[in-house]
């Protein structure tokens, strides 16, 4: 239980989740029947032992402040099954995990030495490093960067010149070599756009428009690269970042009440990553937070929708950048009590206009939008139509066939809700949603 009293809700447990497998052996152990010595503090530690299959049963200590668990299990997952059933329990049922005075000394061990951790963390200074090496490094990935943009340049006259219905004859294994050539030159930005470019010819009516719209952008993007010099250091930035190079948290530290609106993980066969967005309650700021985990564990850091903590977060740079690093957190988490500010239909165009102008090659922005109803329309999609009858946005393609449209659909009912999500020129995509008529945060994805 944290300080205001309130619980999390089971959508917001099962959000920390690293994969389905999990969310189902979780929900199987969010039971009383396996647990025992189960207990909720008050500065956000649940904890409890969970009888296994050995003689001896697994101990269980989750922070919710974090959140952060930890379990004698020998799973590598985070968290694990046993810390999500643990909480499950604790969110559905205050006899069996009730309040206690005290914490017993196998789990408050781990909490005392967890957040003595983050306190020398949150102290301690960067190592210093070389700059002039630094500099040697980023000078000569800078030219391996120029010799791909400049390789790429000539692929794209070439698929011009040949015409562009004659893209589909190659195949994708052309433009997976040039993903590759991209790959090399310490460019992944381009070979993502690459690989995208890729998978237009073929893929349905109108395909040739579309690969010249994304060839015109990458295009776009080759040019800024090759003069960066002459471009404003905002815009030069991003582009930097959008051709791969990483971008660091140079902001200064933003302090807010942050509102936890969506989260996600995606695999590209190497890394997990997590995209937490947040809302500042009182900064009027949106920012994404991107946490990772390799070698098939799931990452660190995850929020659960529907609260608000208070936190620091430390931007990066560049024109229109979203990207903050997650930093130093005061207190416990506490429920979203209103949704964030929002607008109409229009209103969120006009918004993703206005920020392409900082940043061309952006997919979408965040966006919330008021008193909306989710409509089918022929053909099988979907749109988000203002009550008032002002205008509407189309329903992205990708979240067309998630269960998050139809449980947006069951929660409004035909009549108006406020739905948070990403608006791009393929759409909007609703992520989370609140109903006048039923509280609390629902998670779409």
């Given amino acids: 239980m944290n300080q205001t009293g309130v619980r999390w809700t089971t959508d917001q447990v099962l959000a920390l989740a690293p994969d389905a497998a999990s969310r189902t052996a979780g929900t ?53 099954k046993h810390a999500l059933g643990l909480l499950l329990l604790w969110a559905a049922d205050r006899r069996a995990v009730a309040q206690a005075e005290e914490v017993p000394d196998w789990a408050g061990t781990w909490l005392a030495g967890r957040r003595e951790r983050a306190a020398g963390r949150a102290g301690e200074a960067a190592p210093p490093a070389d700059p002039a090496a630094a500099g040697r490094r980023a000078e000569r990935r800078a030219e391996r960067i120029t010799a791909g943009a400049v390789e790429l340049e000539q692929r794209l006259t070439d698929l011009l010149r040949g015409g562009l219905a004659s893209a589909e004859q190659p195949g994708y294994g052309m433009w997976e070599e040039t993903a590759a050539r991209m790959i090399d030159a310490q460019a992944p930005g ?41 471009l404003p250091e905002p815009l030069a930035a991003t582009v930097r970042t959008r051709v791969g190079l990483p971008s660091s948290a140079g902001g200064t530290p933003v302090r807010d009440h942050w509102m936890v609106l969506a989260q996600d993980d995606s695999w590209d066969g190497r890394l997990v990553t997590r995209r937490i967005r947040l809302y500042g309650r009182d ?40 990207r903050a690093d997650w ?29 392409l102008g900082t940043d061309p090659w952006l ?79 629902v998670p779409l994805t």
Avoid at 335 to 348: M, Q, V
Avoid at 371 to 384: A, C, E, F, S, T
Wanted: aromatic share 6%; glycine share 16%; net charge neutral.
């Fill in 28 to 80: 199987k152990l969010g039971v009383a029947g396996p647990w025992s010595e189960t207990g909720a503090g008050s500065a956000g530690a649940v904890w409890g032992l969970c009888r296994g299959s050995g003689s001896t049963p697994y101990r269980t200590v989750v922070d919710t402040t974090g959140p952060a668990s930890t379990c004698s299990c020998p799973s590598r997952k985070f968290p694990c």
């Fill in 190 to 230: 381009l070979a993502g756009r690459v690989r995208e470019l890729g998978a237009i010819p073929g893929s349905g009516p109108g395909w040739p428009v579309r690969l010249l719209e994304e060839s015109a952008l990458l295009h776009l993007l080759n040019a800024a690269w090759l003069g960066r010099d002459r």
């Fill in 283 to 322: 900064s009027g700021r949106s920012v994404l937070v991107l946490s990772f985990g390799a070698a098939g564990r799931s990452p660190q850091l995850g929020l659960p929708v529907g609260l608000m903590v208070e936190a620091e977060v430390i931007p990066h740079t560049g024109a229109g950048q979203l």
């Fill in 327 to 355: 930093g130093a957190q005061f207190g416990v988490p506490s429920p979203i009590e209103e949704p964030p500010p929002g607008g109409s239909t229009r209103a969120a165009i006009e918004a993703y206009g206005s920020a």
């Fill in 363 to 441: 997919e979408s922005v965040p966006v919330t939008l008021r008193d909306v109803i989710p409509l089918p329309v022929m053909g099988g999609d979907w749109q988000l139509a203002d009550a008032d009858g002002g205008s509407a946005l189309p329903v992205a393609p990708a979240a067309l066939s998630r269960p998050g449209l139809w449980k947006l659909a069951a929660l409004s009912g035909g009549g108006p809700v406020t739905v948070f999500g990403e608006c791009g020129h393929r759409g909007f995509h609703p992520l989370t949603a609140w109903s006048p008529e039923i509280p609390g945060t």
